[in-house]
C-alpha cells in the first residue's frame, strides 16, 4: 500500500466518520428530548392526581387553625370545673389532640408552611399558659382572662391561615 492510497482511504473514511458522529449527536439530542418529553407528561399527570391531595391537606390544615384560634376555642370547651389549672390543662390537651389527628398532612405541605402551624400552635399554647399565670382564681375567669389578653392582638392561627392562603395562591 502507497502513500497515495492511505490517503485516498482516509479521504473516503473522513466523510463516512464525520456523517457517523453527526448523526450519533442528532440521535442523542433527540432521545434526549423524548426522555425529557416524557418526564414531563409524567409529572404533569401525578399533579393532576397529586393536587387534590395537597389541597386537601392545606384544607385540614386550615381547619386546624380554626379550631385552636383562641375565641374559638374558648367559646367551644367549656370549662368542667371551676379549677383553673384543669381548664388550662383541658384546652391544651384539645390543642394536641387537634394537631397529632393531623400530623400526616406534613408530607403534603411545605416544610415552612409545617413550621409557621408548629409555630402557632406552640404561640397559643403560650398564650394560654400566660394567661393561667394570671391572678384569675376559677376557671370561668381564666377564660375571660385568656379572651381578653387576645382581645388587641391577631391570633397567631390567623398569622398561619394568612400564609396558607398565600401558598395556596402560588400554586395556580
Given at each position: 500500500m502507497t502513500?497515495?492510497?492511505i490517503f485516498q482511504?482516509?479521504?473516503f473514511l473522513l466523510p463516512a466518520v464525520v456523517t457517523g458522529a453527526v448523526a450519533?449527536?442528532?440521535f442523542r439530542m433527540h432521545t434526549n428530548n423524548e426522555e425529557g418529553r416524557r418526564r414531563y407528561l409524567l409529572h404533569k399527570e401525578s399533579q393532576k392526581n397529586v393536587l387534590p391531595i395537597r389541597l386537601q391537606a392545606y384544607e385540614r390544615m386550615a381547619l386546624f387553625l380554626e379550631r385552636i384560634n383562641i375565641t374559638s376555642l374558648v367559646v367551644r370547651v367549656a370549662p368542667q370545673s371551676n379549677d383553673k389549672g384543669k381548664y388550662e390543662n383541658l384546652l391544651i390537651s384539645n390543642i394536641?389532640?387537634?394537631f397529632d389527628h393531623n400530623?400526616?398532612?406534613q408530607i403534603y405541605i411545605s416544610n415552612e408552611c409545617w413550621n409557621i402551624i408548629k409555630a402557632a400552635k406552640g404561640a397559643t399554647i403560650q398564650i394560654i399558659r400566660k394567661a393561667a399565670m394570671s391572678e384569675a382564681d376559677s376557671a370561668?375567669?381564666?377564660r375571660e382572662g385568656i379572651l381578653n389578653e387576645t382581645m388587641d392582638?391577631?391570633?397567631p392561627s390567623a398569622t398561619a391561615l394568612a400564609y396558607i392562603k398565600k401558598e395556596i395562591s402560588e400554586l395556580w
Open positions: 502513500g497515495d492510497d482511504l482516509f479521504g450519533f449527536y442528532f394536641e389532640k387537634e400530623l400526616a398532612q370561668d375567669k381564666l392582638m391577631q391570633s
